[in-house]
């Protein structure tokens, strides 16, 4: 059933010069992964408020990311954080996500929770500490082997809190040692994304301190890992669009953590703060898209799009759907932007056309041709509505509520 509105928009689209067979094409082959930490309760260094229908197993955080993807049908893998998602039984695991019609995706070590790794993991002074460490990064491996995983996601927290503390310049050949380690330890068609943060929890330095140090990183290492770009991480006013473009020219953007902030690594549902910035983000990526060099356009067809949140106030399921319809809306967007106009813009040196060419895409409603492509593929058009109206709230305000900050693993 094709609706006014939609006939309406697709008028407007058609006098804009927009292919809407294309734009719908690659909005039905965006895939955005949810963090199984994100379902579980979470909170600040201050409080984590309790909610009762917070997952508190990974198997209720799989029932939960499921539950997104059934709403959305944009979600068909759930990122996993080891320790946190630790199983006896991996094949077990999979095979529950399975049923429920998702996948098991990233896997991400957490080399931030272990007392020893106070003053760092893969760059302690301690040969020891650096050891345990890789041998978590390398049992991270079989893991994404058991589960069938492609993606690596590593962040580190290690750095100090004072000048003098630790050697800058040592710590960083120890890192590589670790990493080169756990990289020859991958399958071939495995990738390792490095995410980088410029703060928090150390305070004076952080070891992958920002993106052109991920990327150097992974320059060394090899093809197979890539920068992974978290929304959160950068110190204020970083154009975080420009260094996308940049990755992607590298061939080295390999995924993303999506979230919004207003501070710090706030961790707030995507799109909430600042939507012109994710609009503008995946301007970059379609335009790279679109590029003629096929190494370029393959990179950007193969990021990997992640949620990476954490909800304190709110409830989690429906957080998770408002994160994952906010990136879709974004992404609608950018697929409407008329390129040939922009770089007709640019060629003539045209300031003003080439940001109009831009920006208007970002002014146009996209809801007609979400609910089309929605009904087209038998999912709820409106899925905000469709969970408050499948009494899944109520279901899992069934569990029992534990105050529990780190989620426990399978039971
Ligand atoms: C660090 C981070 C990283 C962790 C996650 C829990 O701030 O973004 O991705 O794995 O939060
Ligand atoms: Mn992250
Ligand atoms: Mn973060």
Redesign the pocket.
């Known amino acids: 059933m094709t609706d006014k509105a939609y006939t309406v928009f697709e008028e407007r689209q058609k006098e804009r010069g927009i292919d809407l067979q294309e734009v719908r094409r690659r909005l039905k082959a965006l895939e955005i992964e949810t963090p199984s ?1 994100g379902y579980a309760d979470q909170g600040t260094r201050f409080r984590t408020f309790p909610y009762k229908g917070a997952a508190r197993t990974t198997l209720e955080k799989i029932d939960d990311a499921a539950a997104v993807h059934r709403f959305t049908g944009a979600c068909p893998a759930v990122a996993i ?1 080891i320790p946190w998602d630790k199983v006896d039984d991996y094949g077990t695991l999979t095979g529950y996500a399975e049923e429920r019609g998702i996948r098991i995706g990233a896997i ?1 070590p957490n080399l931030f929770q272990e007392p020893e790794y106070m003053l760092g993991s893969v760059t302690n002074t301690d040969a020891a500490i650096r050891r345990k460490a890789t041998e978590h990064l390398l049992e991270c491996v079989d893991i994404a082997r058991a589960v069938d995983s492609k993606v690596l996601s590593l ?1 580190f927290s290690d750095g100090t809190n004072y000048p003098g503390q630790a050697p800058i310049r040592q710590r960083v050949n120890w890192m590589r040692e670790c990493l080169q380690t756990t990289y020859g330890a991958m399958a071939p068609d495995m990738r390792m994304l490095i ?1 980088y ?1 410029f703060y928090e929890p150390a305070f004076y330095h952080t070891d992958l301190a920002d993106w052109g140090m991920a990327f150097n990183m992974a320059n060394k290492l090899g093809p197979q890992a890539q920068v992974l770009v ?1 929304t959160g ?1 950068h110190p204020q006013g970083t154009n975080i669009e420009h260094l996308v473009a940049y990755l992607l020219n590298e061939r080295k953007l390999g995924g993303f ?1 999506f979230n919004s902030r207003k501070y710090g ?1 706030d961790d707030l549902i995507a799109g909430a703060i600042n939507p012109y910035e994710l609009f503008l983000i995946f301007y970059q990526i379609v335009d790279a898209m679109r590029d003629p060099d096929p190494a370029i356009a393959a990179t950007a067809n193969r990021i990997a799009y992640m949620i ?1 949140q954490s909800h304190n106030i709110e409830e989690k399921i429906p957080a998770m759907i408002r994160s994952v319809l906010n990136v879709q809306v974004q992404y609608a967007k950018a697929l409407l932007i008329n390129f040939d106009e922009v770089r007709e813009a640019q060629e003539k040196q045209d300031v003003l056309a080439a940001e109009d060419a831009v920006r208007s895409a970002f002014e146009q409603d996209v809801t007609p041709l979400l609910r089309a492509f929605r009904e087209e593929d038998g999912l709820p058009v409106d899925p905000m509505r469709a969970y408050k109206e499948s009494g899944l709230h109520e279901k899992v305000l069934g569990r029992v509520s534990k105050q529990e900050t780190t989620p426990s693993g399978l039971k």
């Open positions: 930490w954080h991400n962040w995410e943060k978290d991480h953590h690594d990476d």
